[in-house]
């Protein structure tokens, strides 16, 4: 019985193992405690001897179990220590990192440029007021020129706003004809337009506007030149042509010379070597006296851009829908712009 029992312990290899010899062979129901418990029926001389064997094989077991045990336990501690050391001369795992959205990379890179130049940032809602996005622009209701930014109508009286200019409305009002205003605006527009590479219903646009007393029309050409070299590199020119915006008088659109370089070298866009970047011009008399601005003391310039276009001309990014489809593999090409 105790070579049998010592053998198992032997060849056990889980504490589980251990508990179930030690219950088998040192348990109430196991052979020792029949043995011990038989004593009764046997004579003076026997018992003393099988008792006393009997508790030298109980012992024997238990001595075993509890060195096997102990021998188990370490090995154990043993292996875990080793499946939970930590070698710090690994080199690191990369972390995926963001970045901002190219858009949000152009539009702050405009926003630093004109904050330099003086210039405060106003935003306003997306829910505009026909009288704000049309009305106050000079553009009254059945004017020809409302076609020419198809509008998302709410209600009669509300619709997401088609440009920027409202919040330049917004806060001439606000100031009353009573200081200076010198103003960019970011922010989302809409215009019923069908999504092609070129078209959005939504983009976004930044808008400027300067009001004070004695602005000329070659501050605003200042401006949109150091803008322009800012932006696309000094060795570029600015060239302006008149144009209509309901708005301003006169009124100009924006062409900057423009090179396309690729692996093989550089060559001129489009034939014409230039190529439109927004729209301005002074604001209309009308729009300053419905803010309650006199045209007579006060005048301005205004300008409108979309930075898609800004970005598309600047990296040759060749179809808008990429800034709202939001493949990582077309960002992550701008995350260090
Ligand atoms: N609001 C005009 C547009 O959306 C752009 C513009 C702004 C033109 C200011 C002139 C002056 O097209």
Not at 200 to 210: A, R, V
């Given at each position: 019985l105790k070579v049998e029992a010592l053998e198992k312990v032997s060849s056990s290899n889980t504490l589980k193992d251990l508990q179930d010899i030690r219950v088998a062979?040192?348990?109430?129901?196991?052979p020792i405690t029949e043995v011990l418990r038989g004593?009764?029926?046997?004579?003076q001389e026997e018992r003393p001897v099988i008792g006393e064997l009997a508790n030298k094989v109980r012992e024997a077991i238990s001595d075993a179990l509890d060195e096997k045990k102990e021998k188990l336990e370490a090995e154990e501690l043993e292996k875990k220590l080793a499946e939970e050391?930590?070698?710090?001369t690994l080199p690191g795992r990369p972390v995926q990192v963001g970045g901002p959205h190219l858009l949000t990379s152009i539009v702050e890179e405009i926003e630093d440029l004109f904050i330099g130049m003086g210039f405060e940032i106003k935003e306003g809602p997306e829910v505009e007021t026909d009288y704000y996005n049309f009305e106050a622009l000079?553009?009254?209701?059945?004017?020809?020129?409302?076609?020419?930014q198809d509008s998302f109508y709410i209600t009669e009286e509300l619709l997401?706003?088609?440009?920027?200019?409202p919040v330049q409305a917004r806060t001439m009002g606000e100031y009353e004809g009573s200081k200076p205003v010198k103003m960019i605006c970011p922010g989302k527009v809409y215009r019923r337009d069908t999504d092609d590479a070129t078209h959005s219903h939504q983009f976004t646009q930044i808008e400027g506007l300067y009001v004070d007393k004695n602005v000329r029309m070659s501050d605003l050409k200042g401006v949109l030149n150091r803008f322009a070299k800012h932006m696309f590199g000094e060795d570029r020119e600015i060239r302006l042509r008149p144009s209509f915006f309901p708005?301003?008088?006169?009124s100009v659109e924006m062409d900057i010379s423009c090179k396309v370089c690729n692996g093989k070298g550089c060559s001129v866009c489009k034939g014409t070597g230039w190529i439109e970047i927004l729209g301005g011009g002074m604001v209309h008399p009308r729009v300053l006296e419905m803010a309650g601005y006199d045209p007579k003391v006060y005048n301005g310039f205004a300008f409108g851009m979309g930075p898609e276009r800004i970005a598309m001309l600047k990296y040759g990014v060749?179809?808008?829908?990429h800034f709202y489809m939001n493949d990582v593999r077309f960002l992550k090409q701008y995350h260090k712009v």
């Amino acid at each position: 019985l105790k070579v049998e029992a010592l053998e198992k312990v032997s060849s056990s290899n889980t504490l589980k193992d251990l508990q179930d010899i030690r219950v088998a062979y040192l348990g109430k129901k196991g052979p020792i405690t029949e043995v011990l418990r038989g004593m009764g029926k046997l004579s003076q001389e026997e018992r003393p001897v099988i008792g006393e064997l009997a508790n030298k094989v109980r012992e024997a077991i238990s001595d075993a179990l509890d060195e096997k045990k102990e021998k188990l336990e370490a090995e154990e501690l043993e292996k875990k220590l080793a499946e939970e050391s930590l070698d710090v001369t690994l080199p690191g795992r990369p972390v995926q990192v963001g970045g901002p959205h190219l858009l949000t990379s152009i539009v702050e890179e405009i926003e630093d440029l004109f904050i330099g130049m003086g210039f405060e940032i106003k935003e306003g809602p997306e829910v505009e007021t026909d009288y704000y996005n049309f009305e106050a622009l000079n553009l009254p209701k059945g004017h020809p020129a409302r076609d020419m930014q198809d509008s998302f109508y709410i209600t009669e009286e509300l619709l997401l706003r088609t440009h920027t200019s409202p919040v330049q409305a917004r806060t001439m009002g606000e100031y009353e004809g009573s200081k200076p205003v010198k103003m960019i605006c970011p922010g989302k527009v809409y215009r019923r337009d069908t999504d092609d590479a070129t078209h959005s219903h939504q983009f976004t646009q930044i808008e400027g506007l300067y009001v004070d007393k004695n602005v000329r029309m070659s501050d605003l050409k200042g401006v949109l030149n150091r803008f322009a070299k800012h932006m696309f590199g000094e060795d570029r020119e600015i060239r302006l042509r008149p144009s209509f915006f309901p708005f301003t008088e006169p009124s100009v659109e924006m062409d900057i010379s423009c090179k396309v370089c690729n692996g093989k070298g550089c060559s001129v866009c489009k034939g014409t070597g230039w190529i439109e970047i927004l729209g301005g011009g002074m604001v209309h008399p009308r729009v300053l006296e419905m803010a309650g601005y006199d045209p007579k003391v006060y005048n301005g310039f205004a300008f409108g851009m979309g930075p898609e276009r800004i970005a598309m001309l600047k990296y040759g990014v060749d179809d808008i829908r990429h800034f709202y489809m939001n493949d990582v593999r077309f960002l992550k090409q701008y995350h260090k712009v």
